[in-house]
């Protein structure tokens, strides 16, 4: 009975990562065909950063949230879970952004913010978890 009780338990706890897994999914497809979209209306115009938007949520959120559960690790904080989705988020807008100035024909100095805060913001959320994973005892950053 307490065996069923604790893989309940785990089961809770991991429920926001994979609902944030398949979030990043929809994000992922919705990039994807954002970028197709757009390119066959672009005059055989291409843009990888356009082509190729659609890799952060995949790699930064379908990748990450879906394998907490598969490793068991802990589950982040809400403060790290905001700051890596929001860096992952600036990598996205980012690349869009610049993938629709490229495709338009100019360029912008200022698209270099986007890639600055997308990192510091992604490697300030893994920071505060790794923190996090430190509280706690040796040992335990795995769900038994």
């Avoid at 197709?36 to 949230?65: K, Q, R, W």
């Avoid at 690790?73 to 869009?96: D, E, H, V, W």
């Amino acid at each position: 009975m307490s065996a069923t009780l604790c893989t309940s338990d785990t089961n809770i706890k991991y429920k926001s990562a994979i609902k944030s897994g398949f979030i990043y999914l929809g994000l992922s497809i919705f990039c994807a065909l954002f970028g197709a979209v757009y390119e066959l209306f672009s005059y055989d115009v291409y843009s990888y950063f356009m082509i190729y938007a659609f890799a952060f949520p995949l790699i930064g959120g379908v990748c990450v949230y879906f394998s907490i559960p598969l490793v068991h690790l802990k589950m982040p904080s809400r403060t790290s879970m905001r700051l890596y989705n929001s860096g992952i988020a600036s990598f996205t807008a980012g690349s869009i952004i610049k993938g629709v100035l490229d495709i338009y024909g100019t360029s912008n100095s200022l698209i270099i913010v986007y890639w600055i805060a997308g990192g510091l913001l992604t490697v300030l959320g893994i920071a505060v978890y790794l923190i996090q994973l430190k509280k706690q005892s040796p040992g335990q950053h795995r769900l038994n």
